[in-house]
């Protein structure tokens, strides 16, 4: 492990991040912001509502915090490539707000009750707003590329846009994969869940990447080089995410220890237990993860199941194992740097993390 200190590098990104952030998304709408968003009213604009159905909602919950990995890692990318932040830093946003607005839509559907320490915005605003607010964060980001149009080659803007809406279909593949399996319609294979975490969490991080290298200048075999390794990152990441969700009651504080259980997730960790486990063993984590239960007794009996086969701690190496290769994949097509240092050390601290 690295000497650097990743906390602290994210905390010193969150400085240049979160003003991103609002330049996007106002706090509060005015005449003029909402029509620099929307374009000139044909009629009227209501003001006050778009504020209370769109700012709030998001604002709730992006005060909430979080770790803000994904901008931080699009501005380390580009300094390792030799960029200057300010040729990519408009684009932290799309990174960072389309990942909220997943967390939205993704605790709805999944029924979640806590995120972040509270109840779920769709347990405190209606339904219907936060669905909207959701899903009106992966477009108003969009007005990163929109603004900075000017800045870059038609063929880069294109590129990127490109970018762009792959990736939100292969984020949508992912979650699809990840609901029809934890509502019981099938068992998936470690492959099969490894690809699923590559579009669900990993694409986040690829795009993030992908797009800081493309405007940073990058070569393709640069581009992809450091576009596998994000999402290698990300696979980790989920991973790491799936065992402290089993392993430690003070990370899952957040969310709720053994909340993949109650949701019946078939996770890497879950998958190779049932695998593994003895027939009766399997059988018995099959019908806890049947019964969608908020009862901790039976989820500490489906954790310690898990347990005896060590799946824990083959999640863990299978983590660390696609991240080392694909490092060594992308180290060549970068030229040393402390950037590229700290590229190294946040990988390693993603998926070895305990917070």
């Not at 707003?129 to 603004?147: C, D, E, R, T, W």
């Not at 347990?307 to 194992?321: C, D, G, L, M, Y």
Request: charged share 30%; glycine share 6%; with cysteine.
């Amino acid at each position: 492990m690295s000497n650097i200190n990743i906390l602290e590098v994210l905390e010193e990104s969150k400085s240049e991040i979160e003003p991103k952030l609002e330049e996007y998304i106002p706090r509060a709408f005015s005449d003029a912001n909402i029509e620099a968003i929307c374009g000139k009213a044909r009629f009227a604009y209501d003001i006050e509502t778009a504020t209370k159905a769109l700012s709030e909602p998001i604002w709730e919950f992006l005060d909430r915090g979080g770790k803000r990995w994904r901008p931080a890692l699009l501005l380390l990318v580009a300094e390792a490539l030799g960029a200057q932040k300010d040729d990519v830093i408009d684009f932290v946003a799309i990174c960072e707000l389309v990942h909220n607005g997943t967390l939205v839509i993704d605790d709805i559907e999944d029924q979640s009750e806590l995120r972040r320490g509270k109840p779920c915005l769709h347990l405190v605003y209606d339904l219907d707003v936060s669905i909207n607010a959701g899903n009106a964060l992966y477009f108003l980001p969009l007005l990163a590329l929109k603004q900075r149009k000017d800045d870059y080659s038609p063929a880069a803007i294109i590129k990127a846009y490109e970018l762009y809406s792959q990736e939100m279909i292969n984020l949508h593949f992912g979650q699809g994969f990840d609901i029809w399996w934890h509502s019981g319609n099938k068992e998936p294979n470690i492959d099969e869940y490894l690809q699923m975490c590559a579009y669900k969490t990993g694409t986040l991080a690829r795009l993030s990447c992908k797009l800081s290298a493309l405007l940073a200048g990058a070569s393709d075999s640069q581009i992809e080089a450091i576009g596998r390794f994000a999402e290698s990152v990300g696979v980790g990441f989920q991973i790491q995410d799936d065992i402290l969700n089993l392993d430690s009651e003070e990370f899952a504080e957040g969310k709720g220890f053994g909340e993949d259980i109650h949701e019946g997730k078939r996770t890497l960790i879950v998958i190779h237990c049932l695998e593994s486990a003895a027939p009766e063993h399997a059988a018995r984590l099959r019908e806890i993860l049947s019964l969608h239960t908020n009862d901790q007794a039976l989820i500490r009996e489906a954790v310690e199941i898990i347990h005896k086969t060590e799946s824990i701690e083959f999640a863990r190496q299978r983590a660390r194992e696609i991240v080392s290769e694909a490092w060594d994949e992308m180290e060549s097509e970068l030229p040393e740097s402390e950037a590229k240092n700290k590229l190294k050390a946040f990988a390693d601290f993603l998926i070895e993390r305990n917070v």
